[in-house]
């Protein structure tokens, strides 16, 4: 296979072959395990290439989950002000980002996540490579809590995009943004900040 | 119509009919709206057919939805020692019920009610209707700010069940319920019972 690598470089084929091996290499090994140079001999390139079309890896993912938004580019916001309100500066980026266009999409995968075992496994590894570990490292989050604290976060989170936009149970459905922030964003900054001792 | 009603109470499929039309009127008028009456017109039945089949609208609802449980069985526990504690209990039998038997049909309802607006209509009217508002009435919640925090403690539930039976997030997945419930109890006790005068 090594010397058949890079002869397709004007195949218009050639992108979904990349995405698809990213898809299937990220969902089988996970996001840590998964390599470019696997990615590349799965879809017959050379790994040049698939630095060429999608950038970096965190890039790649990205374009294979079909990604509405990077979330390396909202975190910082959310993050700059350290702990102090964190929660509710989370909140208030997520109904940004899902009262928006970028919901639709989102919903859609979101969907797809829930009936489909492989999505489920991108969805899942999206979730703790792409966000909650940026999160808690930027946020000084004690390694041996940021799991726990990190699934927790996840959980008020999905359960909230659930009920305001696919189940869309009201009055969550169509709240102000700000009312959500007001009653959920304490619960995320104690699933981030709050003694967890007992547990 | 109205002539024909009641003629077809040997025929097989007549309970199929019931459950279908069952279906169809709960997800057009909600479960208050619903009439036995109205369901037996379209499924082309005497009203008393579908009392002698199905018994109560609550337990026709059930039916209909393929629930696994019937929370009217399971909230007198939870709610039996009144608002103190009631946040861990409600948790502790949401896993109860959800890490046996009942959670593999309620994953499977679960991910109909994502991918179809039909069922996603019928599933809202559940938790509203069979769930919340009983638990509600029976803490004593105040009617202005029931349908709030009813949505707040949908929202948790919805996410929980997600992460740890849908997504799989570890460590969410396979946590002991304990830890879970220590976690999670507090959230929940404070959307039913905490100040919410701020939103």
Same mark, same amino acid.
């Given at each position: ?7 397709? +470089?004007?195949? /218009?084929? !050639? ?8 898809? %299937? *290499?990220?969902? #089988? ?14 879809? #017959?390139?050379?790994?040049?290439? *698939? ?16 990604? /509405? ?6 975190? /910082?916001? *959310? ?6 309100? *964190? ?20 919903? =859609?995968? $979101?969907?797809?996540?829930? !009936? ?5 496994? @991108?969805?899942?590894?999206?979730? =703790? !490579? ?12 004690? +390694?041996?809590?940021? /799991? ?25 459905? %169509?709240?102000?943004?700000? %009312? ?5 964003? +304490?619960? @995320? ?5 709050? #003694? $967890? %001792?007992?547990?």
């Amino acid at each position: 296979m090594a010397g058949r690598t890079g002869r397709r +470089p004007g195949n /218009p084929d !050639t992108r979904e072959a990349i995405l698809g091996a990213a898809r %299937s *290499v990220f969902a #089988d090994r996970g996001f840590d395990k998964a390599s470019i140079r696997a990615i590349a001999s799965v879809a #017959d390139v050379d790994p040049a290439l *698939v630095h060429h079309y999608f950038g970096t890896k965190d890039q790649l993912f990205l374009a294979a989950m079909e990604a /509405p938004i990077d979330p390396a580019e909202l975190l /910082p916001d *959310v993050l700059a002000g350290g702990v102090d309100g *964190v929660g509710e500066r989370m909140i208030r980026m997520i109904l940004g980002v899902w009262d928006g266009q970028a919901g639709k999409a989102g919903v =859609a995968l $979101l969907r797809s996540a829930v !009936t489909n075992d492989w999505t489920a496994r @991108l969805f899942r590894e999206f979730i =703790a !490579t792409q966000v909650l570990r940026r999160a808690m490292t930027e946020l000084e989050v004690d +390694p041996g809590e940021a /799991p726990l604290r990190s699934g927790l976060v996840a959980s008020q989170i999905a359960g909230l995009i659930m009920m305001r936009y696919v189940i869309r149970l009201e009055p969550i459905a %169509s709240a102000p943004a700000e %009312s959500i922030v007001a009653t959920m964003g +304490p619960t @995320l900054q104690r699933y981030l900040t709050g #003694d $967890l %001792s007992g547990v």
